[in-house]
T-cell receptor, first 112, second 111 residues
Framework: KAGVTQTPRYLIKTRGQQVTLSCSPI?????VSWYQQTPGQGLQFLFE???????NKGNFPGRFSGRQFSNSRSEMNVSTLELGDSALYLC???????????FGSGTRLTVV | SQELEQSPQSLIVQEGKNLTINCTSS?????LYWYKQKYGEGLIFLMM?????EEKSHEKITAKLDEKKQQSSLHITASQPSHAGIYLC???????????FGTGTRLKVLA
């Protein structure tokens, strides 16, 4: 059974650019969550999607957005990148309910 | 302040020693999870606790949930170098499937 796949693994972008990260959940999982992890702030919740609907949202500016497709694959977009957006972005999927999440290996974004 | 506080922040133990990591919530817990992370990688699921008083074990790792105290503990018996990493507790504290995480405990085991 394939795990959660995140692409790309590494990304270097310039300030002001935008970026799109992709997450393919485990087959059958309908809930996808995104997290930002930095040494200073730890793991911060970005948003959660269930059956193509955003169900929860964290305290991030509107530059951070996401979506989920009918096959449960999800993308997150960050526009007008800032140096502080450099982080490991983790995606996690779940069947839903209180069943726990399986995490992908993450996308490491560096903004220069 | 963090909704989920972990203690200690870091821990260095000699191989073979036992250790405990704590996770305390300032809000009601609707399910608590323990994960392990190797630096720069994704999180590996360890176990999930849902009911007060629940205790689960996997190999040498045991986790307990004290619902009244809104607290969970993770205990490692006879630690090994393979136990090294960052341990994170995660929980739904709003009942809306929004999972937040603690600040993590960095564990180093000396051979």
């Amino acid at each position: 059974k394939a795990g959660v796949t995140q692409t790309p693994r590494y990304l270097i972008k310039t300030r002001g650019q935008q970026v799109t990260l992709s997450c393919s959940p485990i087959s059958g999982h309908r809930s996808v969550s995104w997290y930002q992890q930095t040494p200073g702030q730890g793991l911060q919740f970005l948003f959660e999607y269930f059956s193509e609907t955003q169900r929860n949202k964290g305290n991030f500016p509107g530059r951070f957005s996401g979506r989920q497709f009918s096959n449960s694959r999800s993308e997150m977009n960050v526009s007008t990148l800032e140096l502080g957006d450099s982080a490991l972005y983790l995606c996690a999927s779940s069947l839903g309910g209180q069943r726990g999440y399986t995490f992908g290996s993450g996308t490491r974004l560096t903004v220069v | 302040s963090q909704e989920l506080e972990q203690s200690p922040q870091s821990l260095i133990v000699q191989e073979g020693k036992n250790l405990t990591i704590n996770c305390t919530s300032s809000k009601t817990l609707y399910g608590l999870y323990w994960y392990k992370q190797k630096y720069g990688e994704g999180l590996i699921f360890l176990m999930m606790l849902q009911k007060g008083g629940e205790e689960k074990s996997h190999e040498k790792i045991t986790a307990k949930l004290d619902e009244k105290k809104q607290q969970s503990s993770l205990h490692i018996t006879a630690s090994q170098p393979s136990h090294a990493g960052i341990y994170l507790c995660g929980a739904d504290t709003s009942g809306t499937y929004k999972y937040i995480f603690g600040t993590g405990t960095r564990l180093k085991v000396l051979a």
